[in-house]
Every structure is written in C-alpha cells, then in structure tokens.
C-alpha cells in the first residue's frame, strides 16, 4: 500500500474562510479565541496549557462545526482536548457556543479545551512522544479524486507520527459517511502494524457525540462507518 504516493503536504485542507466575517464573528477570533488558543511554544508540553491537571491528553483533527468537541470536554471534564480546525467559519461556530454575544473577553470558557487553528500535523510534529490518550478524526474532507489522496489524513506516510504521539493502548476514532475515504481506510489500515484495526462499526457507538456531518449524511441516504483503531 501506497506505492507512488508523496508523502502528505503541511497543508491538508483547503481554502481556510467562506464568506466574509460577520463583527460577531471577527470580535470572536480576535478577543475569545486568544483565550483558547493553545501557542505553538505549548505544543512541547501541551498538559501545562491547560488551567489545571489532567486525567487524559485528546485531540481532535477538523472539529467543524465543534458539536463533537464541546460535548466530549462537558462530558468528560478530567480530560483536555486539542480541538484542531483550520476553517475560520467552523472555529467561530464553536466559540459562539461557548460565549454570549456581549461576553466574548469575559464569560468562561472550557478549562479543558484548547484550539489549534492551523493545520493539524505541524501540532503533530511538535507533540512529545506518548502523549495522547484519544485521537478523533470525524467525518474528514475525503478529497475523492486520486490527485488529491496525498492530503487525506488517514495516510501509510502519516501513520507512524500518529503512533509516536499515541500512547500504547491509545484509541484512535475515524468516522467517514464517503464510500471512496471508507475504502482508503480500510486498505490504509489492512497494511500497516502499528494499529489494532477491528472491522468498523455501522452505528455510531456509545459515547460518540454526534456532528451536524453526521446528520447531513444520514439525511441523504449515506451509511457512515466508525472505527476504533488501538495503538500497538
């Protein structure tokens, strides 16, 4: 598997805004989102930007929307979460539910989150080794074509830097609605050594917060597809 392929660019996405900023919106990543931004500088001890210890390290690659993000830290308040998404419109998504209109500098936020807004294998590169309990990877942009499966996340030349920043026994979480990305998982991970790789399950299982791509998939006849991968 993956003979031919470049190894993935830095730049896994594509374009980063849609529509233009509403003043909502621009005071929400110019005031609020400061707040949560976890610094490149923390990247090397990620633990200690958040407000207090920690039970478990998660981070999530392309929130969206941040359904997911902000129902895992409500849930489980003894774990910090890296949210990663590039998309301005996504991370005003979420910091619109985390903040009132008029309390963007003051109302509180999330002690055990922290958003990384650029893309999400630059934090790889500057984690320490073992550090992560959970990884989520939900509903991810397929890039269908073959031209463009070099920028899929799930990739063979991606695999051991998740592995060197999972802890044994760490769990991996990958959702995808798309037949063409549900068939590259499968064979991506058929291939490899480095994760237990069971059969993926039809029905999101327990614990796994829905998203609005989740929705959007059922809505029009897609069957997504979850599976837990285990670091080795």
Not at 169 to 195: H, K, N
């Amino acid at each position: 598997m993956g003979e031919g392929l470049k190894p993935p660019p830095d730049r896994l996405y594509g374009r980063a805004r849609g529509h233009a900023l509403r003043p909502r919106q621009r005071l929400l990543l110019d005031v609020t989102l400061p707040r949560l931004a976890l610094r490149p500088e923390q990247a090397a001890d990620p633990r200690a930007a958040f407000a207090g210890p920690l039970d478990e390290l998660w981070l999530e690659v392309g929130f969206g929307g941040g359904e997911h993000a902000l129902a895992q830290v409500a849930a489980q308040p003894g774990a910090g979460l890296i949210a990663c998404e590039v998309f301005e419109n996504g991370v005003c998504s979420l910091l619109s539910r985390v903040v009132p209109e008029g309390g963007e500098a003051t109302a509180p936020v999330p002690p055990n989150l922290r958003l990384w807004t650029d893309d999400a294998r630059v934090l790889l590169r500057q984690l320490p080794g073992a550090c992560l309990d959970r990884l989520f990877l939900l509903f991810p942009d397929p890039w269908p074509k073959a031209r463009h499966a070099k920028r899929r996340f799930v990739h063979p030349a991606l695999l051991p830097e998740l592995a060197r920043v999972l802890k044994p026994g760490a769990e991996w979480r990958v959702a995808s609605d798309d037949p063409t990305y549900q068939a590259w998982v499968a064979e991506v991970m058929a291939a490899q050594t480095l994760f237990d790789a069971p059969p993926p399950a039809d029905r999101r299982p327990d614990g796994w917060p829905p998203t609005r791509y989740e929705a959007k998939a059922l809505r029009e006849g897609r069957r997504p597809l979850y599976w837990r991968f285990v670091r080795r």
